[in-house]
């Protein structure tokens, strides 16, 4: 059996690069939105089943790398510098507010309270700053309407297209993947797990709890303001949507249905509850938000754990591991 985990692992990267020159272009599109929420899930993964930070800040820091990618793309600045300020924005905010969050020891129900508070705020401010005295270089950042005509990524001077931009986005999903999984095993990973166990005594143990929250904290904004500037580049638009409760709320359904525990949990949520919103939208059967309120209440009554931990307890020779 040892071998049945490395093979299925294999498997399934190469069904998700595999599936660019099996679909037609529209499929392939929607696809790429899963891929891309999928990195965004990765980031709540992170922060919320290894740290045990129960955070609303994701949708913040999603928002801020796809409004840094949107305004230095559409300034002329490349794609390069766009998408590497679509990750600093958001290790700046993060490590701002977590700093305060963190070393103030603001903890549980009330960090998700002011991270949620943070998320309306800004919400509410973009969709003020619209007309033409509301400019960022060349750029309008169009308050309600958001900020169309954002460009493609660009490599080596040529504009990805649609495949491509898939292919970028299975590839830094399988990056980040890799990435978490090698941290979470980590000596660091480790002294997050123990601290999210017990806080207090992992530092008596000499651990400085603070510091390593602060730096999961980041990773994770990191994360999810790269999955930001990849959602802006394939829509070529973005508007404050992305800050709302709403969207901050969805990604918390995913962690909880798909299984906060283990990193591809908010992943296989991530994909559940997006092709559920789609086909809920295109039937209109019924309102999405009751249909997902619903779901979040039935998995935290019944299914506390999560769907993929409560697969995995029914899975004959299970192991113990990140994935």
């Not at 701002?96 to 603001?106: S, V």
């Not at 359904?253 to 559920?276: K, S």
């Amino acid at each position: 059996m040892a071998g049945v985990k490395p093979l299925a692992w294999a498997l399934a990267v190469v069904a998700l690069f595999g599936v660019a020159w099996l679909v037609d272009l529209a499929t392939l599109v929607t696809l790429n939105v899963y891929v891309i929420l999928s990195i965004l899930a990765l980031s709540m993964a992170l922060v919320w089943g290894v740290a045990g930070i129960f955070s609303f800040g994701q949708s913040v820091f999603f928002g801020l790398g796809a409004y840094a990618y949107a305004v230095l793309a559409l300034n002329g600045q490349g794609s390069a510098i766009a998408l590497g300020a679509a990750l600093l924005l958001p290790v700046a905010g993060a490590a701002l507010m977590g700093y305060f969050l963190f070393y103030g020891r603001i903890s549980d129900v009330y960090l998700g309270v002011i991270t949620l508070t943070a998320s309306l705020i800004l919400f509410h401010l973009v969709n003020t700053v619209s007309g033409s005295d509301f400019r960022l270089g060349e750029v309008a950042l169009g308050g309600y309407n958001g900020i169309p005509g954002v460009p493609p990524i660009a490599l080596f001077g040529q504009e990805l297209d649609f495949a491509q931009l898939y292919l970028l986005s299975a590839a830094l999903l399988v990056l980040v993947y890799a990435g978490l999984e090698g941290l979470v095993r980590s000596r660091f990973g480790q002294v997050v797990a123990a601290i999210r166990e017990h806080e207090l005594r992992a530092e008596l143990l000499g651990y400085d709890a603070r510091a390593h929250k602060l730096g999961v904290f980041v990773i994770g904004a990191a994360i999810a303001g790269l999955a930001g500037a990849l959602h802006a580049a394939w829509g070529g638009f973005v508007g404050p949507d992305v800050f709302g409760i709403s969207f901050a709320a969805q990604i918390i359904i995913w962690a909880q249905v798909g299984g906060v525990g283990l990193l591809l949990g908010p992943v296989l949520g991530c994909v559940l509850i997006q092709w559920l919103t789609t086909w809920l939208g295109q039937t209109r059967l019924a309102d999405t938000n009751l249909v997902l309120g619903t779901i979040f209440v039935l998995c935290v009554l019944l299914l506390p754990k999560g769907l993929l931990p409560w697969l995995r307890e029914r899975m004959p020779g299970r192991d113990g591991g990140a994935a």
